[in-house]
């Protein structure tokens, strides 16, 4: 079965500095792996994913993640951070022709 | 440019009374889910179709029912409403393909069961 940790509940960080939301995640076979980002009271924006290749991943609004198959991570990065960034962050994950398996989510704030 | 569109965006109903969710895309995609989303538990797919006439259970299926008669069109049925039912629902859908296709959501369903 697969599966997906956000070992944070919350993040914290102020406007400007860089920011990382940590994933990981257990699969049989290669990982499909996806950040969304969903603002309240709204549905879940793609932001990026990785497929195969380069394992720096760029998305929106500035946005890149780093797939790294040793420690089986996909952690979101931006390197600096906005009061607008401020929403919740699911990472997920599939494999073949499986279902997508979401995260539990983390809570992004920024303050200003 | 809909993609997908959810209907109703909020009702409240009683216990034992039943409703139907309905959701409708317009991007021509093969597959389509339905999602609960619950603090804390992050989203939990509830059924899911990889095409028009075929539906499959997701994590979470019990006490739903669901439908896909058209290609577009994916119905979420609650039979007996239950408080334990009291949840965001997402509906979703992508193209065929194990290559990691992206899944569109609509904007959610807030239902809340007395």
């Known amino acids: 079965a697969q599966s997906v940790a956000q070992p944070e509940d919350q993040v914290n960080v102020a406007e400007g500095n860089p920011l990382t939301v940590k994933c990981t995640y257990s699969?049989?076979?290669?990982?499909?792996l996806f950040w969304y980002v969903q603002y309240p009271n709204r549905g879940l924006q793609f932001l990026l994913k990785?497929?195969?290749?380069?394992?720096l991943v760029k998305g929106s609004y500035g946005f890149e993640a780093e797939f790294n198959k040793s420690q089986t991570s996909f952690h979101l990065k931006k390197p600096s951070a906005l009061v607008s960034d401020s929403a919740l962050y699911f990472c997920?994950?599939?494999?073949?022709?499986?279902?997508?398996?979401f995260g539990k989510g983390t809570m992004l704030l920024v303050s200003p | 440019n809909a993609g997908v569109t959810q209907t109703p965006k909020f009702r409240v109903l009683k216990t034992g009374q039943s409703m139907t969710l309905l959701c409708a895309q317009d991007?021509?995609?093969?597959?389509m889910y339905w999602y609960r989303q619950d603090p804390g538990m992050g989203l939990r797919l509830i059924h899911y179709?990889?095409?028009?006439?075929?539906?499959a259970k997701g994590e979470v299926p019990d006490g739903y029912n669901v439908s896909r008669l058209k290609k577009q069109n994916f119905l979420l049925g609650l039979e007996s409403a239950a408080p334990s039912q009291t949840s965001v629902y997402f509906c979703?859908?992508?193209?065929?393909?194990?290559?990691?296709?992206?899944?569109?959501f609509g904007e959610g369903s807030w239902l809340t069961v007395v």
């Open positions: 979703a859908s992508s193209y065929l393909g194990p290559d990691g296709n992206t899944i569109y």
């Open positions: 699969v049989s076979g290669n990982p499909y």
């Open positions: 990785y497929i195969t290749g380069d394992n």
């Open positions: 997920a994950v599939r494999s073949g022709y499986s279902t997508l398996t």
């Open positions: 991007m021509n995609h093969e597959y």
């Open positions: 179709s990889v095409g028009e006439g075929t539906t």
